[in-house]
């Protein structure tokens, strides 16, 4: 037996090697119709073309040149690129008796830095003056570029950018290179415009340059970013799988509700005597039952309050974070605040992470020590991991397909290369999403690259009955002494692990990109690295679970003491990343001790708030994480966290040129990157989760319950929410482990 777990282990392993070191996308299952931009070229006919625009067709030529680039605006301040009018390119179309003449719109990089380039010569001027005439001599000027001389802060400037672009898109997964070698390069090398072309669709941009210039240019050093046609997007297995599936859910969407609301509304019986399973997909019931609420004493009331803000602190980080990888126009402007004092509430987001894997941790004791004995663990374990991967598969599994298949068509834009490529990634890496495991199998080429949160925090929860099995035991000293074993080793592992490879401490690097690729796949997404939070919330967790019901009696002196310590220690953690975001640092003692220490030291400080809060140790922060609004957030946080970076992808692509950088843009952004993740989670919640989940819970649970029998008296009515009303509940389920 053993061996056969071998054999299967290592083949696995073997598959997911060959798929991190294969990621390329088939051409067949490709976002854009490659063979299309390879079909349309034709030399000949281009020439002929533009001839004809450029001698026969004057309203024409004018339109190519309307779509064609401008000089870039604040090139001072780092913007060397202008995108011309990608709609109106796309757009010209003209039928000739020969010629079919449409626009391709072509985005070319030229480096400033040219090695055999020479502008052509101005000629003589004519001599129209009497000899008789002592005319001084003028100089005439000279452009050499490759003599041309760079300014040194300028370029000082955009190096620091280029890295802290580098380090975004590592984090992002936006497009990263498997190795580290353009992060190294000189910025004089780097230096580029870019630039939109329109030309006619049977031209490259090279031979149209050359023949315009009549071959004046065919020196000048410049490469194809990308190309775009109209109708290039391709239909695959994908899109056909979401259509069919999609349109499976909305035929019972529909419905469902037409016979909830006939049976609730239209002849007024009672709900509860409905058909279940016809009233599973009704989005009248979902709706009302998302809003309502019953109350349990034995609630944690603050980490939907807490869970809210983490989530807004995610999205505020994104919003801001893939604002380098979209290139503003400003883009030094941008620098320049990353590195101020006043930033650190963006850059210090990502340690906001540790926050739900600290809450993960604790919900696994607390919901599973109070109605669950160890051997009973032992024998349901097979349920136990069931119910959590089955209880987050619909939600997930949903948005991987809409990514693979509607999101690349709701839009488009000159930056929809970015939206392509998270589709490319879909397509081929899917099943490791849905099987949590691409944080190993692909880090660098990620199916909704934010999950590998999920993938960490599921394997982190397999791996939790090691130390829950002696949690569910009688003796608390066993327990105690297993998450100690546990949280040492995890610490020791991590140091060690984090020393031996010398990481970097930042996620946005502005001294080195060099290594943030490294950074990314071999620490930020290892689990490794993530067990010490998990660890801290099984113990705050068996805390609140050994005084469930009871009063718990602190001095108040040691009470302000715990709170000033959880608010230094916790502020420190986010003064850390000032330090380490600058230019000049270079500290690899600290930058170890930093990784090692900050998210234990974290999850602590947020482990002490919800035990504070719990216990009437809160006061107003306790009043203010409670809030009833909070209970909405926090059920529609699941489904928030995996809709909102697809939708800030889908509103940053549809860009038409590199915007203003602002702080207060910034945040107007992020409203709007925030109310459209809300209401995509809602959608989600209500079309998608609900559902599944009451399916999920009739398969799991032997089929659907004959309708209850009407007793006198009615059962407790539950609590609805509203604006004034007292609950003090959140959702007491299995799906409380899977929510953030």
């Known amino acids: 037996m053993h061996i056969f777990t071998s054999i299967i282990f290592c083949a696995v392993y073997i598959l997911c090697v060959n798929a991190y070191l294969d990621p390329v996308t088939p051409t067949t299952n490709h976002a854009f119709d490659l063979d299309l931009y390879e079909e349309v070229i034709d030399l000949e006919q281009c020439e002929e073309q533009l001839a004809y625009i450029m001698q026969n067709n004057t309203g024409l030529r004018n339109r190519f040149i309307d779509a064609s680039f401008r000089p870039p605006r604040n090139v001072l301040k780092g913007n060397l690129r202008d995108l011309g009018s990608y709609f109106q390119c796309l757009d010209i179309s003209e039928q000739t008796d020969d010629m079919d003449i449409g626009g391709k719109y072509s985005v070319v990089r030229i480096p400033l830095q040219q090695d055999n380039f020479q502008l052509p010569s101005l000629p003589s001027l004519p001599d129209l003056t009497s000899p008789d005439w002592n005319w001084p001599e003028f100089p005439r000027p000279e452009w050499n570029p490759n003599n041309t001389q760079e300014d040194d802060e300028l370029t000082s400037k955009l190096d620091t950018y280029e890295r802290a672009k580098y380090s975004a898109r590592s984090m992002l997964g936006d497009g990263i290179e498997p190795r580290a070698e353009t992060a190294q390069n000189t910025t004089s090398t780097r230096m580029q415009m870019e630039l939109a072309f329109c030309i006619p669709k049977v031209c490259t941009p090279r031979h149209a340059l050359d023949v315009l210039t009549l071959n004046q240019t065919a020196n000048l050093t410049m490469t194809e970013a990308f190309v775009r046609l109209p109708n290039d997007k391709q239909w695959v297995a994908a899109d056909y799988v979401a259509v069919v599936l999609f349109s499976i859910i909305g035929f019972m969407t529909v419905l469902c509700t037409s016979y909830d609301v006939r049976h609730t509304i239209l002849l007024k019986r009672d709900p509860k005597r409905a058909n279940k399973i016809c009233t599973m997909f009704s989005v009248y019931t979902n709706t009302k039952n998302f809003f309502v609420f019953t109350s349990n004493p034995s609630a944690i009331t603050c980490l939907d309050g807490i869970r809210s803000f983490a989530m807004m602190w995610v999205i505020v980080g994104h919003t ?60 349901k374990l097979h349920l136990f991991y069931l119910n959590r991967i ?301 559902p599944f989940s009451s399916l999920i819970k009739m398969f799991i649970g032997g089929g659907p319950r004959p309708p209850p029998k009407v007793e006198p008296s009615a059962p407790e009515k539950p609590e609805y929410f509203t604006a004034v009303s007292v609950v003090e509940s959140i959702r007491n389920d299995d799906s409380e482990k899977s929510r953030m």
């Open 320 to 379: 801001f974070v893939t604002q380098l990888t979209y290139i503003p126009e400003n883009p030094l402007d941008l620098v320049e605040f990353m590195k101020s004092f006043w930033s650190l509430w963006i850059t210090s987001a990502t340690i906001t992470v540790d926050t739900f894997f600290m809450i993960s941790g604790l919900l696994v004791v607390y919901t599973t020590a109070a109605k669950v004995s160890r051997m009973s663990l032992l024998k």
């Open 390 to 690: 089955l209880r987050m598969f619909p939600v997930l599994g949903a948005v991987v397909l809409i990514q693979a298949s509607f999101f690349h068509r709701l839009a488009d834009g000159p930056y929809w290369s970015s939206m392509a490529m998270n589709t490319n990634n879909c397509r081929v890496y899917w099943w490791s999403t849905l099987l949590y495991i691409q944080n190993w199998v692909n880090p660098r080429n990620m199916c909704l690259s934010h999950t590998w949160y999920l993938a960490v925090d599921m394997q982190l929860h397999i791996a939790s009955p090691i130390v829950l099995f002696w949690i569910l035991g009688q003796r608390s000293r066993s327990a105690w002494a297993a998450m100690a074993a546990a949280f040492a080793a995890s610490v020791a592992g991590a140091t060690t692990y984090n020393v031996i490879n010398g990481f970097q401490s930042g996620v946005v690097s502005l001294s080195t990109a060099a290594n943030t690729d490294q950074y990314m796949i071999y620490y930020y997404v290892h689990t490794l690295n993530r067990i010490s939070p998990f660890i801290i919330g099984m113990m705050v967790g068996y805390i609140l679970h050994l005084y469930r019901g009871k009063a718990v009696r602190i001095p108040m002196v040691l009470v302000g003491l715990f709170w000033i310590v959880a608010f230094a220690a916790s502020s420190a953690v986010m003064i850390a990343t000032y330090f380490n975001i600058q230019p000049d640092w270079d500290n690899q003692v600290a930058d170890n001790i930093i990784n090692s220490t900050i998210r234990p030291v974290w999850a602590a400080s947020v482990g002490w708030l919800v035990f504070a809060c719990k216990h009437g140790y809160g006061g107003p922060v306790n009043w203010l994480l409670s809030l009833h609004i909070f209970k909405i957030l926090g059920r529609l946080s699941y489904s928030m966290y995996i809709i909102h970076f697809p939708i800030i992808y889908l509103i940053n692509a549809t860009t038409l040129q590199p915007i203003y950088f602002a702080v207060n843009l910034s945040i107007y952004k992020f409203l709007i990157d925030f109310t459209l993740s809300l209401i995509g989670g809602f959608l989600l919640t209500v079309l998608i989760d609900f």
